[in-house]
């Protein structure tokens, strides 16, 4: 690829300096000064720590062959310029251009939204490959093409690992792409330049605050993922919008639509409903209702959540045509997500109590999972939750507020503290545990091992404890080091004490 075709691909390209070497080619494209070589392009990005028009001169000397930028301030001189309207945007389209553009060879499905798209990526992922086709898998816990897995380092990667990873798929031979899609990746353009044909919205609310700003912010970027959705696109193929029709915030998503948009949820108006729900500590049963149709619906899985998010996947199943029988086959078969509402097996066999893990990190995914576990209980609820240092500090003292209204016990500990102090952390959620409605027992305990070692020890017979925020991940960050940390684990270790 040449400088030519690689503007032509572009949107958003505002003007040039005259001396650019448009006919030659390109040795490679890359938003890092330090691996420019000569004959590179260098993408000129602004981050939230570093703004990579400081390194335009390092990336020049280094030999590149021209420099991608946002700010006008650098378009000086006779250096090789090219100014456009967003570098993130254009980054990410270079990006899926010199990796051949593979979203095109695919059904690509995308999942947005504050809580379960892990879960929902997932489900959609069984059914299809339950339905015989290849399946890629991009998401918070890990990466998967057919059978290749690796654990993600991010819930959506940067657009150069995005691209390279659609590029392996496409290779494979992949039917479809499952992700899920974050607010952070929607305000980083991380997606751009790829083309899909289901997007689904989950859920919205409070998180990630100390980026977005505002709520309203938030929305907007999640909005993003709607509007990219064209009628009919380069594949030539249809485009479906699937909301919550029970969150308020789908309605606002509605109006960046501009292809069909399926609705599911309780609500009666909705396209694709559950009605006659029953939860029990066997699982999820309600009659599935949508076109004029009723099916039974069975999983092993607890939860009202999760009768939102496997709604959300069959809609999207409906959608792409696959077969009811196929889609109650293989939901019925589905194992918990790792770190969500995930129960720990006693190593022991002999405890009367029953515990959990999960990923809830927000005041909604907590009071979903706390509601849950009281709805399996036949004792008390023990609650163990921190917060994350360096995140948004303004939900802290709401997480407080919810496991005092809902916990019989709650345990207040450290989550991934960074370069916070726990106990201001910890402080900060207390604030919000003195309300009229609060009945727990607080108990307070920084060291997140000796928490759960010490919710094990009040168990009694018939109590569930739930262990929160961190779910599936097997580290804790301190400072700016990662300790090796996995609650699943601690909590077997304290069972055998």
């Not at 919810?402 to 604030?431: C, F, G, Q, W, Y």
Request: glycine residues 8%; proline residues 3%.
């Amino acid at each position: 690829m040449n400088l030519r075709e690689l503007v032509a691909a572009n949107p958003g390209l505002s003007r040039w300096q005259q001396d650019v070497e448009w006919d030659k080619e390109i040795g490679s494209v890359t938003a890092d000064s330090r691996k420019v070589k000569a004959g590179d392009v260098f993408v000129a990005l602004k981050g939230e720590h570093y703004d990579g028009h400081q390194y335009i001169e390092q990336a020049l000397s280094q030999g590149a062959l021209a420099v991608i930028l946002e700010n006008e301030e650098f378009c000086i001189g006779k250096k090789p310029w090219i100014l456009v309207k967003n570098s993130r945007e254009v980054y990410g389209v270079i990006m899926q251009y010199l990796a051949g553009r593979p979203s095109l060879a695919m059904n690509v499905i995308g999942v947005t939204g504050t809580n379960g798209k892990t879960t929902v990526t997932n489900m959609v992922a069984n059914i299809m490959e339950e339905a015989g086709k290849t399946i890629g898998l991009l998401g918070t816990i890990h990466n998967r093409i057919g059978r290749h897995q690796e654990a993600a380092l991010l819930t959506t990667p940067d657009s150069p690992q995005l691209a390279e990873l659609f590029r392996q798929m496409k290779e494979e031979k992949t039917d479809y792409a499952i992700m899920e899609v974050s607010s952070h990746a929607l305000a980083q353009s991380r997606t751009a330049g790829i083309e899909f044909d289901v997007a689904i919205f989950t859920n919205l609310s409070q998180d990630h605050l100390d980026y977005h700003e505002t709520f309203n912010e938030y929305l907007a970027q999640k909005a993003k993922l709607f509007s990219s959705l064209t009628p009919q696109g380069e594949k030539k193929r249809k485009k479906t919008a699937i909301l919550n029709l029970d969150d308020n915030s789908s309605a606002f998503l509605a109006d960046y639509c501009r292809v069909p948009v399926i609705t599911y949820g309780l609500n009666g108006l909705s396209h694709v409903r559950a009605e006659d729900i029953e939860l029990s500590a066997a699982g999820i049963r309600y009659q599935l209702v949508y076109g004029g149709r009723r099916q039974e619906i069975s999983l092993k899985l607890h939860g009202r959540f999760n009768v939102y998010n496997s709604l959300a996947a069959i809609t999207a199943a409906l959608v792409e045509g696959v077969d009811i029988e196929v889609i109650r086959r293989a939901l019925a078969k589905m194992e918990p997500v790792a770190g969500r509402f995930q129960q720990v097996v006693d190593p022991t066999g002999k405890l009367p109590f029953n515990v959990f893990v999960d990923y809830s990190h927000t005041p909604d995914s907590l009071e979903n999972c706390i509601t849950t576990g009281r709805e399996l209980c036949r004792g008390r609820i023990i609650s163990v939750f921190g917060a994350g240092g360096h995140r948004d500090v303004t939900k802290r003292p709401l997480m407080g507020e919810v496991a005092a209204r809902l916990s019989d016990i709650a345990i207040v500990t450290s989550d991934n503290p960074r370069e916070e102090e726990p106990l201001a952390i910890i402080h900060d959620i207390m604030k919000g545990m003195a309300g009229p409605l609060a009945k727990a027992e607080i108990l307070m305990e920084p060291d997140r091992r000796q928490a759960i070692a010490k919710a094990v020890s009040l168990a009694q017979a018939g109590d569930i404890i739930l262990v929160c925020g961190k779910g599936h991940e097997n580290y804790q960050i301190i400072g700016s080091e990662k300790h090796s940390f996995d609650d699943y684990e601690e909590v077997q270790k304290a069972m055998l004490l």
